[in-house]
């Protein structure tokens, strides 16, 4: 007889997607297909683009902490006509839903790319990075508050029809009032968490390690952290929810989507297991068939 294999399907907001696992913005590209079919995955997030060309932050932008690692990339962008012309083609070839991330300095930039890219007929999805500062407010992050927030996924949803996924700044204070207002201004799922800040100061030169002074703590380090975050948000949106933050394996996938995400991304794991993605998903497959899951939508929430 066939072995009967659990539903591992998943929905977030309009997108079908086979299975819940994702990368997170920034962690992956496409050469990793080299070593595992990219369309295994659920979704795929390729690295936030900019509109105009940006060099990034000055090196050194990483530094080894702990059980994780201290960034200041920057968000390099080689603008969105280069993005059209040299990434698109490759990402409509993968065949699975592909959620663009974009940033801008203004509404108006981020509202610009969401409208393009609903024109480029293939994307499933726009992922606002909100942890950009907004240079109209002073250079506060575009999620930082829920009003920005708001103002911004306001401008972004009549811009496309798409659906909208802001990705949150882990702010403790105010993540859970900044995604009710997300959710309010018609955002479609909300992804979380970004890297929280953080900073390693070299006690020889007494200096900071990165050449950006401060970056942003990720990997397994910041994995209580996110569950935490998803756990609160979950109460208080209806809305699904993209989890990622230090996620390694399927145990992890699980108890994120306990605590309430619908979907899961993996990030800095790849950097250092570049095959976390076939095995978190064969785990997954092992633990549902163990423990006698049909649906895996039953553990969204479970925990709560
Ligand atoms: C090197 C690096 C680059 C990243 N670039 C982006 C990015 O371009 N856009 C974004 O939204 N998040 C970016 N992130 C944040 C990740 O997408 C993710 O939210 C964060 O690292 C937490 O998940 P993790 O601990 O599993 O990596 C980056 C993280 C790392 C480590």
Redesign the pocket.
């Known amino acids: 007889m066939p072995e009967v294999r659990p539903d591992l399907s998943v929905r977030i907001g309009p997108i079908s997607m086979k299975n819940p696992l994702m990368v997170?913005?920034?962690?992956h590209n496409l050469d990793y297909g080299e070593l595992y079919p990219l369309d295994i995955l659920g979704a795929y997030v390729p690295?936030?683009i900019r509109m105009h060309t940006w060099p990034g932050n000055p090196p050194p932008r990483?530094a080894e902490v702990p059980s994780g690692?201290v960034?200041s990339?920057g968000?390099p962008s080689k603008g969105w006509d280069a993005f059209v012309r040299e990434d698109a083609p490759r990402l409509r070839a993968l065949g699975i839903p592909v959620i663009l991330?974009v940033?801008g300095k203004t509404e108006d930039e981020y509202a610009g790319m969401a409208e393009r890219a609903g024109s480029l007929g293939f994307l499933a999805g726009v992922?606002l990075?909100l942890?950009c500062p907004n240079i109209k407010a002073g250079g506060l992050a575009f999620g930082s508050d829920a009003k920005t927030a708001a103002s911004l996924m306001d401008k972004v949803r009549k811009a496309t029809s798409l659906p909208v996924i802001p990705?949150l700044p882990p702010d403790y204070g105010r993540v859970v009032e900044v995604a009710k207002a997300c959710e309010d201004a018609g955002a479609d799922a909300i992804a979380m968490?970004?890297?929280p800040p953080a900073m390693v100061i070299d006690v020889d030169t007494r200096q900071p390690v990165l050449g950006n002074r401060t970056g942003?703590l990720?990997?397994p380090a910041?994995r209580p952290m996110a569950v935490y975050m998803i756990y609160r948000v979950y109460k208080a949106v209806r809305i699904p929810i993209i989890g990622?933050?230090?996620?390694c394996d399927a145990r992890d996938v699980i108890e994120f989507m306990l605590a309430g995400a619908r979907a899961v991304?993996?990030?800095?794991?790849n950097f250092f297991d570049p095959m976390a993605v076939p095995r978190a998903l064969e785990g997954l497959r092992e633990f549902t068939t163990t423990n006698g899951i049909d649906d895996i939508n039953s553990l969204v929430g479970a925990a709560h």
């Open positions: 997170a913005s920034g962690t690295k936030t990483t690692v960034t990339v968000i991330s940033v992922e990075n942890s990705k968490i970004n890297a942003g990720s990997g910041i990622m933050g230090g996620a991304a993996l990030g800095t794991v």
